[in-house]
């Protein structure tokens, strides 16, 4: 099985996650300012670059659109023709570097003018989920052959490649910042998370040091705050120091109430929210300190783990969900036993509910849901803007003030 990476650009979510101290939130009940149609059903993660916001069609014929934040029109499409899957989607979020966006679009390197539209340059295959970070003029992307590239992001050329072997499925999250590459590589059949020289590509560290068990990390989901590298693998909530690749605390097993019994759990939509990260399990959202890496607070209810639409502005945590709601059972419509007794089932709530909820209090300030032909589809993206966010629904990219 070809090793999956996902590269995710500072500034991006996470994850796809997306904060955003410096931005007014929307606190109040918010309605539909605009409400975009590109002519298919799912959207891409969206990034913004300026006044344009830019995302993708990861089905259906592919390709990657500019909407003007100001009027909410469609400014442009680009369809190209000749990548490697013959059918041009965009399953992850564009890095903007200078003027250009520079994404996979089937499977094939490319990077588009933000002004026009047009084609910039082309690279090589990327592997399958591959994402691109852009930093200081550079883009780096795992290729399809196996090798991690690095480019110049206004001309296209190579500088460097280093060899990534393959060990199974990791959809792991490297970030570019400050000179250096964060990603997990496998070295001798084990993950490490390693620090790579931005200009070279030569390794600075690995974390840990020596393998530990079996498999080891690979970072699902990375937000970088300070000197620090915050990540997510295996339900396990890590801190690294972004200079010598050390823990900052030891890693902390995530962990919550399942159906009677408290176990390990999946943490997902991580993002950077002031002195906490935030992150969402299926039965509540998770704050943990940064410092220590102790739980702060939870807030009960049901969540979605695969699509939780988390993003922070000004104090302020966007999430899809049901918060205060009894938590549903993890498997439904069928008996569940502890202790030779049923389970009692609290019935997963329908989706497409996005909330907004002040990080100070864990007061919910507003809850959103729009009608779409297939009922209940969850939102996608969140992408915070001063007093309003875009994010992506049914067949439509809106944004809400």
Excluded at 21 to 43: C, H, M, N, S, Y
Excluded at 151 to 178: H, M, N, Q, V, Y
Excluded at 211 to 219: D, E, I, Q, Y
Excluded at 346 to 366: F, S, Y
């Amino acid at each position: 099985m070809t090793l999956r990476f996902a590269v995710i650009a500072l500034a991006t979510a996470l994850t796809l996650a997306q904060s955003a101290p410096g931005i007014t939130p929307l606190r109040t009940a918010p309605t539909e300012k605009f409400t975009v149609t590109a002519g298919f059903r799912d959207w891409a993660p969206a990034v913004l670059a300026g006044t344009t916001i830019i995302a993708g069609n990861s089905s259906n014929r592919g390709g990657l659109f500019a909407v003007d934040t100001v009027t909410g029109k469609l400014k442009w499409t680009f369809l190209p023709a000749g990548t490697a899957s013959g059918n041009p989607f965009v399953a992850t979020a564009a890095a903007v570097s200078g003027g250009v966006a520079i994404v996979p679009m089937g499977n094939t390197l490319v990077a588009v003018t933000i002004a026009t539209g047009r084609e910039a340059w082309r690279g090589p295959k990327t592997a399958q989920s591959a994402r691109v970070a852009a930093d200081n003029g550079v883009a780096f992307v795992l290729g399809e052959d196996a090798n991690f590239h690095a480019f110049d992001a206004a001309t296209g050329r190579e500088k460097w490649t280093e060899p990534f072997p393959a060990r199974g499925s990791c959809e792991s999250l490297p970030i570019a910042r400050g000179g250096s590459v964060f990603v997990s590589r496998n070295v001798d059949n084990y993950r490490h998370l390693v620090a790579l020289d931005a200009n070279t590509g030569q390794e600075r560290w690995r974390y840990p040091a020596a393998p530990v068990g079996n498999v080891g990390l690979c970072a699902e989901q990375a937000v970088v705050s300070g000197d620090t590298l915050f990540a997510v693998s295996d339900q396990k909530l890590y801190a690294i120091s972004l200079a010598t690749g050390r823990e900052v605390w030891a890693p902390v097993e995530v962990r919550a109430p399942m159906d009677g019994r408290e176990r390990a759990v999946g943490l997902t939509g991580l993002v950077d929210a002031g002195d906490v990260l935030v992150g969402v399990t299926p039965v509540s959202v998770m704050a943990f300190d940064k410092a220590t890496g102790k739980l702060a607070w939870q807030l009960p209810g049901q969540f979605r783990q695969n699509s939780p639409s988390t993003a922070v502005a000004g104090g302020v945590l966007y999430v899809q969900g049901h918060p205060g709601a009894k938590p549903a059972a993890e498997v439904q419509d069928r008996i569940v036993y502890q202790g030779g007794k049923p389970v009692e089932q609290t019935p997963a709530l329908p989706g497409g509910h996005l909330n907004a909820i002040d990080l100070a209090t864990r007061t919910v300030l507003w809850t959103f849901s729009r009608p779409t032909a297939e009922a209940n589809w969850p939102f996608g993206y969140v992408v915070p803007v001063n007093g309003g966010l875009w994010v992506d629904s049914y067949r439509v990219l809106i944004k809400l003030e």
